[in-house]
């Protein structure tokens, strides 16, 4: 039992290790990420550069791939990914919510009673 509890113990010690590294990126990118996704062409580089470090850190941020980190979500969520970049822990866990809602119903599942269980998870 121990053991365990070093092991979550050191689990939770990176997880908050990874997301505070993500809130630092975010600090320090956020206001030209965001200005370059309210200006620039969405098919232009620039663009999508700026996406990618917006996800990069919320990845770090919220504990999830980036490949599951939608550009709808970084769009619809800019506010809170702001609050999120100044520290804000309740924009955090609202981020985190809005998360697992986008990844669910995003996520492409074969077996239609695998998403059904899923969605009842989350009601």
Do not use: P
Request: hydrophobic residues 45%; aromatic residues 6%; proline residues 0%.
């Amino acid at each position: 039992e121990l053991a365990e509890n070093e092991e979550a113990a050191e689990d939770v010690a990176l997880y908050t290790k990874k997301m505070n590294k993500g809130i630092e990126a975010l600090s320090e990118g956020f206001e030209g990420w965001s200005d370059v996704l309210k200006k620039s062409d969405s098919a232009s580089e620039e663009y999508a550069d700026a996406m990618n470090g917006i996800k990069t850190a919320m990845s770090d941020v919220l504990g999830v791939s980036e490949e599951f980190i939608s550009d709808q979500f970084i769009l619809d969520h800019m506010e809170d990914i702001k609050l999120a970049a100044e520290g804000d822990a309740e924009a955090i866990d609202r981020l985190a919510i809005a998360a697992a809602k986008d990844i669910l119903v995003n996520i492409e599942l074969q077996d239609e009673g695998v998403r059904e269980e899923l969605y009842a998870l989350h009601d």
